[in-house]
């Protein structure tokens, strides 16, 4: 194992302060809870919107807190969901008395927890809304959930639903607006290498030289099939045919066209996959009307890239627009 390392079990907390030391100015760190907050929250007046999940699929969700997105992230260890306690730390953190949405992606410790989390904090009188994604096309269960996991997405979602919030829009427009985000998502994944966990210190699974895996999950579950190394074309055509299928889409609508690195891929190639892809879509004279491109949801140095595609309308493009300035994500700002 190669790694830009101390110790294992140290590697979280010391990504964490590195985080702070480099962005002081957009979050903080609650180092007792293991939370990343955004600098000036509470924000009063407005919606707080946390999400979290295991780290190792940097930079989401902590370099996505900040103006425009979440206000909070909770980091747990690599691969492992954060606790319930961090997660009412982060809601409390946020609450400037408009209430708090949780964005959860569809894996049962997340889920669980963000659950009790909510509890918690509605015991103690603050309103909470949650919103579950699950826009994976490639499986319908895995080692990790029950149902579909919620993988691309959700970064999309923290974004347009974090414009929203700035507004000051009610907590039940916030929640709405999640819930429109992922039914109007989908996405499916390839992985061409396994990933090393840091305490385990050896690939998580195994792949020969002339394999990949698609449908891969991001904590390297597996996907559909197994099969031989292929060219960019043919391997865009195998992620993109089930989300367009998935999502219905139709001549003359327009999409955001999110082409994901899993951590160990070149932008060089994502732009090959996205040349494929954008050729795949004029074909079907869908639009590319916005897009993202680069690793966003990794998982850790994975070689392998993932396609999300979003419907879009007047609405979500008005709020992806919209300004954004987090460590990870900046733009009309």
């Not at 101390?6 to 702070?20: H, I, Q, S, T, Y």
């Not at 600098?39 to 999940?53: C, L, N």
């Not at 909510?118 to 149902?147: C, F, K, P, R, W």
């Not at 916030?174 to 290498?193: E, F, H, P, Y």
Request: proline share 5%.
């Amino acid at each position: 194992m190669k790694k830009l390392i101390n110790r294992p079990e140290d590697v979280v907390k010391e990504a964490l302060a590195g985080m702070e030391a480099l962005h002081p100015e957009l979050i903080r760190v609650d180092y007792e809870n293991q939370v990343i907050v955004r600098k000036d929250a509470p924000v009063r007046g407005k919606v707080g919107v946390i999400s979290g999940g295991g780290s190792g699929h940097e930079p989401m969700h902590g370099g996505f807190v900040g103006h425009g997105m979440l206000d909070a992230a909770c980091p747990g260890a690599v691969f492992t969901s954060p606790v319930p306690d961090q997660m009412l730390a982060a809601t409390r953190a946020v609450n400037g008395g408009a209430g708090v949405l949780h964005v959860v992606k569809n894996y049962t410790g997340d889920v669980l927890n963000f659950e009790m989390a909510a509890e918690l904090a509605q015991a103690e009188g603050i309103e909470v809304a949650s919103v579950v994604t699950n826009d994976d096309v490639a499986v319908q269960d895995s080692l990790y959930t029950a149902g579909r996991r919620g993988v691309g997405v959700t970064v999309l979602l923290e974004k347009i639903v974090g414009g929203l919030a700035e507004t000051g829009a009610p907590l039940e427009q916030v929640a709405a607006l999640a819930k429109k985000v992922n039914d109007q998502g989908r996405s499916m994944g390839i992985a061409l290498t396994s990933c090393t966990v840091p305490a385990a210190g050896k690939p998580t699974f195994e792949l020969g030289d002339d394999e990949m895996e698609i449908g891969i999950g991001i904590h390297g579950e597996p996907g559909r099939r197994r099969v031989k190394l292929a060219p960019a074309a043919e391997v865009t055509e195998m992620l993109a045919t089930p989300v367009i299928e998935d999502l219905s889409l139709k001549g003359g609508e327009r999409v955001l066209a999110f082409v994901n690195g899993m951590g160990g891929t070149p932008l060089i190639e994502l732009y090959v996959v996205a040349n494929e892809l954008a050729r795949i879509l004029r074909g079907k004279d869908v639009t590319i009307a916005r897009s993202l491109i680069g690793s966003y949801i990794t998982s850790l140095e994975m070689a392998g890239c993932s396609i999300t595609l979003l419907r879009l309308d007047d609405e979500l493009i008005r709020y992806w627009d919209a300004p954004v300035h987090t460590p990870a994500l900046r733009w009309g700002v």
